[in-house]
T-cell receptor, first 112, second 116 residues
Framework: LAKTTQPISMDSYEGQEVNITCSHNNIATNDYITWYQQFPSQGPRFIIQ???TKVTNEVASLFIPADRKSSTLSLPRVSLSDTAVYYC?????????????FGSGTQLTVLP | EAGVVQSPRYKIIEKKQPVAFWCNPISGHNTLYWYRQNLGQGPELLIRYENEEAVDDSQLPKDRFSAERLKGVDSTLKIQPAELGDSAVYLC??????????????FGPGTRLTVL
């Protein structure tokens, strides 16, 4: 079971790029890295998923170094509406879902 | 397209009482998950269904919790009897998984349970 470590909280200003790093030293070969966003009183929402190198979609980028022991979620030009908790999830895409356990997440606060 | 629907959104009960939560997943999604989220923590998986079969319930407290997914669509999670420590948000999620691999999960808004 890959344990993840994220900063508890981060502050940023509107228009800045935000990078949230997740450490997962015991990541397994068949593990993928997935990031979710959660607003108060809502369920988590999928942001991005990757295995290695870099993945980009319309809302974020995910950087994964060669050793895969960490990953960085990059949010370009954040706005106030990006204030939320961000979870890093490391688990195999296939197999037992028992490893689908989220960590405590990172509370991102975007300031005006 | 409708998202994952959960009801009720809020529930307040006294300890030792039973309670049930209902979930309607996104149409066509074969996999359904129940999570429990305590305040300030991430979601914890309780049970996962592939169609109508529970394929992972290792973290479901079976002495008081039960779940079912009739006909592989809607699901119900029940607690009987409820304890003070069961106060949490219960989240339902669904995904379309193929050949044993699971992908993006879509979450419902959750049911906030308060046990007095």
């Amino acid at each position: 079971l890959a344990k993840t470590t994220q900063p508890i909280s981060m502050d940023s200003y509107e228009g800045q790029e935000v990078n949230i790093t997740c450490s997962h030293n015991n990541i397994a070969t068949n593990d993928y890295i997935t990031w979710y966003q959660q607003f108060p009183s809502q369920g988590p929402r999928f942001i991005i998923q990757g295995y290695k190198t870099k993945v980009t979609n319309e809302v974020a980028s995910l950087f994964i170094p060669a050793d895969r022991k960490s990953s960085t979620l990059s949010l370009p030009r954040v706005s106030l509406s990006d204030t939320a908790v961000y979870y890093c999830l490391v688990a195999p895409v296939a197999g037992s879902a028992r490893q689908l356990t989220f960590g405590s997440g990172t509370q991102l606060t975007v300031l005006p | 397209e409708a998202g994952v629907v959960q009801s009720p959104r809020y529930k307040i009960i006294e300890k030792k009482q039973p309670v049930a939560f209902w979930c309607n997943p996104i149409s066509g999604h074969n996999t359904l998950y129940w999570y429990r989220q305590n305040l300030g923590q991430g979601p914890e998986l309780l049970i996962r269904y592939e169609n109508e079969e529970a394929v992972d319930d290792s973290q479901l407290p079976k002495d008081r919790f039960s779940a079912e997914r009739l006909k592989g669509v809607d699901s119900t999670l029940k607690i009987q009897p409820a304890e003070l420590g069961d106060s949490a948000v219960y989240l339902c999620a669904s995904s379309l998984n193929v050949a044993g691999s699971y992908n993006e999960q879509f979450f419902g808004p959750g049911t906030r349970l308060t046990v007095l």
